[in-house]
C-alpha cells in the first residue's frame, strides 16, 4: 500500500544545534518533493520544492534532500533557534495529470534556548 | 503575497445541518482545493478544482460536496453534517500543476 511516513514523535533539540527531520514513502514515484511548516492553528506555508532529478536544494538555513533510490528526503535546519519551533510536513507530488499532493502527518520540531 | 480567505476559523454545527465553508483566493489561481486535516491522519484532499465549474474528487469524498461558480471562490458543503465531520478544514490555491499551495488558515468545525 502507499504510504507516506514522518516520525510521529516530537523532535526536541538545542538552540543553534542542526535539526533533521526525515520523510520516508512506499509505492510512490513522485515527481516532486515540498516541504510546508504549520503553527498551532494556522494553515501550512511553503518552505521548499525539490524535483525527483535533484539531489539537494537550499534556501538560507534550510536544506532538503531527495533520494528516489532510497524513497527519502531529509530536511535539515542549521544554526535552530526557537523561532523554529513548529510542525513540519512533507508532501509528495504526484503524477496524475492533475496536481495532486499527498501529505505526511508531520514532524513537531521543539527547539530550546 | 497570496492570500487565501477563509470565512470562519470556528464553527459549531449541529449533526444534519447543512453546512457551507467558503474559501476565497485574491490571486487569479486556477487550482483550489479543500483538505481536512485529523490527529494521526495529516491532512487528506476531499475535492480540487482546475477551474471555474470543474471539480474532481480527492481521497476522501464522501459526504462532501463543492461548488466554484467563480475563479475565486470555492465552497466546501456538507450535505448532511455528521460527527465524524469534526476535524480542522483547510482551502488552498496554487497557480499550477507543480506550484506550492498557499493555504487559508482553516475552519475547525465541530459536529454536535
Known amino acids: 500500500s502507499q504510504k507516506i511516513e514522518q516520525n510521529s514523535e516530537a523532535l526536541n533539540i538545542q538552540e543553534g544545534k542542526t535539526a533533521t527531520l526525515t520523510c520516508n514513502y512506499t509505492n510512490y514515484s513522485p515527481a516532486y518533493l515540498q516541504w510546508y511548516r504549520q503553527d498551532p492553528g494556522r494553515g501550512p506555508v511553503f518552505l521548499l520544492l525539490?524535483?525527483?532529478?535533484?539531489k539537494e536544494k537550499r534556501k538560507e538555513r534550510l536544506k532538503v534532500t531527495f533520494d528516489t533510490t532510497l524513497k527519502q528526503s531529509l530536511f535539515h535546519i542549521t544554526a535552530s533557534q526557537p523561532a523554529d519551533s513548529a510542525t513540519y510536513l512533507c508532501?509528495?507530488?504526484?503524477?496524475?495529470?492533475?496536481?495532486?499532493?499527498?501529505f505526511g502527518t508531520g514532524t513537531r520540531l521543539l527547539v530550546s534556548p | 503575497d497570496v492570500k487565501v480567505t477563509q470565512s470562519s476559523r470556528y464553527l459549531v454545527k449541529r449533526t444534519g445541518e447543512k453546512v457551507f465553508l467558503e474559501c476565497v483566493q485574491d490571486?487569479?489561481?486556477?487550482?483550489m482545493f479543500w483538505y481536512r486535516q485529523d490527529p494521526g491522519l495529516g491532512l487528506r484532499l476531499i475535492y480540487f478544482?482546475?477551474?471555474?465549474?470543474?471539480?474532481e474528487k480527492g481521497d476522501i469524498p464522501e459526504g462532501y460536496s463543492v461548488s466554484r461558480e467563480k475563479k475565486e471562490r470555492f465552497s466546501l458543503i456538507l450535505e448532511s453534517a455528521s460527527t465524524n465531520q469534526t476535524s480542522m478544514y483547510l482551502c488552498?490555491?496554487?497557480?499550477?500543476?507543480?506550484?506550492?499551495?498557499?493555504f487559508g488558515n482553516g475552519t475547525r468545525l465541530t459536529v454536535t
Open positions: 508532501a509528495l507530488g504526484v503524477n496524475t495529470g492533475f496536481q495532486k499532493l499527498v
Open positions: 478544482s482546475y477551474d471555474v465549474k470543474m471539480k
Open positions: 525539490i524535483r525527483e532529478n535533484e
Open positions: 490571486m487569479d489561481h486556477e487550482n
Open positions: 488552498a490555491s496554487s497557480p499550477d500543476r507543480d506550484s506550492p499551495l498557499h
